[in-house]
């Protein structure tokens, strides 16, 4: 899964991994999505699209501040998306919610 810092790519986490990630010293907003390269899908040599635009889906924006130096935050997946057997997920609502930021 993909880190999102003002849209642009600023790390990234695996499952059950816990992770440090320095950000700029600036207020934001904080994102996670699954980009191509997450999934596998993009050949190694390109650069690729390193923005939340480039995710097949992705979490809401959680607004930051700088002064929230050393927050621990957790992400993961909406309990909606173990239950979607007809693929709301791919609907562009959904699919900007599939995952959770706290």
């Not at 790519?9 to 059950?16: A, D, E, L, N, Q």
């Not at 992705?58 to 979607?84: C, H, Q």
Request: some cysteine; charged content about 25%.
């Amino acid at each position: 899964m993909s880190v999102f810092f003002n849209g642009k790519k600023v790390g990234s986490v695996k499952t059950g991994e816990s992770k440090a990630i320095a950000l700029p010293d600036i207020d934001g907003i904080l994102q996670v999505g699954i980009t191509k390269a997450d999934e596998g899908l993009e050949l190694p040599h390109s650069s690729g699209n390193q923005d939340i635009s480039g995710c097949s889906v992705s979490s809401p924006g959680y607004r930051i501040r700088a002064s929230d130096a050393g927050k621990r935050l957790e992400a993961g997946t909406n309990m909606w998306v173990v239950l979607d057997v007809i693929s709301l997920c791919y609907i562009p609502y959904f699919r900007r919610r599939v995952f959770y930021i706290r």
